[in-house]
């Protein structure tokens, strides 16, 4: 059970951005999972979870890049130039020669919002499901050059 609801919260704060544990408590319930603030607290510390926000926004939750991927966040970092999404595509402008390490990092992210990704020499084409993720996909990758 404590797996399923774990998988569950990564779902819900992957599709939205969920502020307070309150709100996490309030997700998982509609989701009709029987929780209270104490365990949703728990399962935060034991998935890691952090808070981030973008310029201007408010904080909420995200679950931190696996330690293993930080080169390859790094690589993301110094390659990517920009990011512009239109319907159900994203584009990656890099530098010359980056788009292949860029890709794969999104590759190993696997963003259940995102298809796949196809990279070029210069730009990285990525498809999502659901063109109303855009702006979601969008900012996760804002994030990861924030981050850094």
């Given amino acids: 059970m404590r797996k399923t609801r774990q998988q569950a919260i990564i779902k819900i704060i992957t599709k939205s951005k969920i502020e307070t544990q309150s709100d996490l408590t309030d997700a998982l319930r509609s989701e009709g999972y029987d929780v209270t603030q104490a365990t949703v607290s728990r399962d935060i510390q034991e998935l890691g979870l952090t808070k981030s926000s973008l310029k201007g926004e408010r904080a909420y939750y995200v679950k931190p890049l696996d330690s293993k991927l930080n080169k390859l966040k790094t690589l993301f970092h110094q390659a990517v130039v920009s ?32 298809m796949g990704a196809i990279a070029g020499d210069d730009t990285i084409l990525v498809i999502i499901r659901n063109a109303t993720e855009l702006k979601n996909v969008v900012n996760d990758f804002e994030l990861l050059l924030e981050e850094n």
């Fill in 83 to 114: 990011i512009e999404g239109a319907n159900n595509f994203i584009v990656l402008k890099t530098i010359s020669g980056g788009a292949n390490s860029a890709c794969a990092l999104i590759d190993k992210l696997e963003h259940p919002e995102i």
